[in-house]
């Protein structure tokens, strides 16, 4: 999102055409930039509020279409001073957020995430973040609010739309072709990409150019139907100006008011469901400014205001909601948020006020050219050496290093992909090791999904000696019959079969029951399906089911936490042995439906709660050496975590005894 303001022009005005200053397409960049930050900070207040940057898509296009439509014409346009105004422009502010951000990250991120932010700084410097999103998480995954700088896809996208447009448009000048079939010839391509690549790659059509270019070019439309009005409608008449004008006012505002409310992050965006934010935005500026809502409402001092500090706003809100969330490890409280917004805007407006404008008006524009080029180039290399470097971990002090760059091979020692299969592999794709090598009557199976596989370790090294261990875990598959998708539900009753014939003594059943949206309460279907399931192994002649309830789940990542209680116990910095805090308030609950479904079942109920937490909170190293943690994302265990809880585990897996708590 471009902040392209023609309310300040510096002295070079005799070269490029600009079109005349309109209060209301301020108010209009307004209206997108508060729906895009309300959106990220309450998403449930306006659910299609990231449809703000599809407006700006087309205030973008038109005014960047304008200045060079009428640059041409008049046979002043300069590639150079294009270019250099674009430069002046977006430069000085984007220079302070990456800056600042990386700055900030310095002092609170951990290796890893210091690591990614480098990466999107060096990115977002040479306006190439969408093309490096493409191969992350999409726009609205969990992951994408640890991303500080995830917003600056759209600059990407606008940056390389001022890019190729200008240098195109040139062209078809000087080749004398027409300008309109340019545009449409474009557009029409870009539209139908963007129609087709929603229905097979939705993230990849939401951060190409090739699929989001026609919303600028809806505003080149517009800007060529404006600079060619006479011609291209000879029989407008003047008269019926206001009434048709306030008709288009009111119909855009209509369409972008609909796609506020009505579009949500589960449509098929952008597709079709970009046509009303777009076409809503040209029918507002093609109303011009005399139009009632433009001329009182869009043009009002507040608005104009907003849309002034668009640019600025738009740069500094997300990271600063994005590092609140970070700090917290969970939804910030609404006054953290708040807090948030009110310092995006202060900090908008500061930099708007100090920054960009004297620089726009006082500075020599290849002065300021050159030496705000260099500057960017400057901080992306410091992003990509931050990135290149890992996050460079020697930035935190050596007792608590090893935690803040906490780097684990989860696959290694956990049978993947030969016992551990991933949720798409085929139903039976476990290898023959992994349901053989027991006497009919001896032997542990592990069942499971990922977490269960991420137990494999310690059961293994408890009793492997001394029993077959066998393992069929599948990631995101609980043990459930008749639940999840069919592969699951195709690979669960595989499993079950192969018991019959296998015929181990014991069977561990184990997932990570809070993950799935499954209902657990008392008399609901997932709690009949799981018991089903028990009674399913007894009846194959089973004679020990163990049954393990869930663990503790972090709202982050274990080790980010014990570094973030470090950092906070100052001055004596100690690394805690257990946190009471930053846990999944949902599991306790859960934790009581299972004891109270199926202690009294075929299955030998034990509290994983019971082994790794008490009342002075959760496990989270299992010696004396911190780094010997017992989970290193939200759950999954680590090595050391899955022998301490086997360790705990051996009396219920051997027959005839229970498991104990931890000490």
């Not at 409608?233 to 288009?248: D, I």
């Not at 948030?340 to 900090?347: E, K, N, P, Q, S």
Request: proline share 5%; aromatic share 12%.
């Amino acid at each position: 999102m471009t902040y392209l303001s023609t309310s300040t022009l510096p002295a070079l005005d005799k070269h490029l055409s600009h079109p005349k200053y309109r209060a209301d397409i301020d108010g209009l960049r307004a209206l997108a930039v508060l729906s895009v930050v309300t959106f990220h900070a309450f998403p449930s207040l306006i659910q299609g509020g990231f449809v703000g940057v599809d407006v700006f898509f087309v205030i973008s296009g038109y005014l960047i279409s304008s200045i060079i439509f009428g640059s041409l014409e008049k046979n002043r346009f300069s590639f150079l001073e294009f270019y250099g105004r674009r430069v002046n422009r977006i430069f000085p502010a984007l220079l302070l957020m990456l800056s600042a951000t990386w700055a900030f990250g310095w002092f609170s991120l951990m290796v890893d995430e210091y690591s990614q932010l480098g990466k999107h700084i060096a990115g977002g410097s040479a306006f190439v973040s969408n093309f490096l999103l493409l191969g992350e998480s999409g726009y609205f995954d969990n992951s994408a609010e640890t991303k500080p700088l995830l917003h600056l896809w759209s600059l990407g996208i606008e940056e390389q739309f001022y890019l190729v447009w200008p240098l195109l448009v040139w062209a078809a000048w000087k080749s004398r072709v027409n300008i309109l079939i340019l545009i449409a010839l474009i557009g029409g391509i870009s539209f139908t990409l963007n129609i087709i690549g929603v229905k097979t790659n939705q993230i990849a059509t939401f951060y190409s150019p090739q699929t989001r270019f026609w919303e600028l070019l809806i505003g080149s439309l517009l800007a060529y139907a404006t600079l060619n009005q006479q011609r291209l409608f000879p029989r407008w008449r003047e008269s019926s100006g206001p009434a048709v004008r306030n008709l288009l006012s009111v119909l855009g505002m209509a369409l972008v008011a609909t796609a506020l409310v009505r579009t949500t992050k589960n449509n098929e965006f952008p597709g079709w469901w970009a046509i009303l934010p777009t076409v809503g935005a040209a029918l507002v500026i093609a109303a011009g400014p005399f139009a009632w809502l433009n001329k009182t409402v869009l043009s009002s001092r507040i608005m104009v205001f907003f849309g002034l500090i668009s640019f600025p706003l738009y740069l500094w809100h997300w990271p600063l909601l994005t590092f609140a969330r970070m700090m917290y490890s969970d939804t910030p409280s609404a006054f953290v948020r708040i807090a948030a917004v009110l310092i995006g805007v202060l900090l908008a407006w500061l930099t708007y006020r100090f920054v960009e404008r004297p620089i726009r008006s006082k500075l020599n524009i290849r002065a300021s050219v050159a030496l705000l080029s260099f500057a960017l180039v400057g901080v992306g290399i410091c992003g990509y050496a931050t990135f290149r470097s890992d996050g460079i971990p020697s930035r935190f002090p050596a007792e608590i290093r090893a935690i803040a760059d906490f780097k684990y091979e989860f696959v290694t020692d956990a049978r993947y992909p030969q016992c551990w299969l991933s949720a798409t592999d085929p139903y039976d794709g476990f290898a023959a090791e992994c349901l053989s090598g027991n006497s009919p009557g001896e032997g542990v199976l592990l069942w499971g999904d990922s977490h269960a596989a991420r137990l494999y370790p310690g059961i293994a090294a408890e009793m492997g000696r001394s029993e077959a261990i066998l393992q069929t875990t599948r990631s995101s598959c609980p043990p459930i019959l008749d639940f999840g998708d069919s592969i699951c539900q195709e690979s669960n009753r595989y499993i079950l079969a192969k018991l019959r014939s296998v015929k181990p003594r014991t069977v561990v059943l184990f997932g990570a029951w809070g993950r799935y949206g499954a209902d657990w309460s008392a008399g609901s279907a997932d709690q009949a399906r799981l018991m089903r399931t028990i009674d399913e192994v007894s009846a194959a002649g089973i004679t020990n089911i163990v049954l393990l309830g869930p663990a503790p789940v972090w709202l982050d990542s274990l080790p980010k936490h014990v570094y973030q209680a470090w950092k906070s116990d100052f001055p004596q910095h100690q690394i805690p042995r257990r946190l009471a805090s930053n846990l999944n308030p949902d599991i306790p609950k859960i934790e009581s439906e299972f004891t109270n479904a199926y202690s009294n079942s075929k299955a030998a109920f034990v509290s994983l709660l019971d082994i790794l937490c008490n009342t002075e909170g959760c496990l989270t190293h299992t010696t004396d050496d911190a780094t010997t943690l017992t989970t290193w994302d939200y759950g999954h265990l680590t090595t050391a975590g899955a022998i301490f809880v086997a360790e705990r585990l051996h009396q219920a897996i051997t027959p005839g005894r229970t498991g104990h708590a931890a000490d």
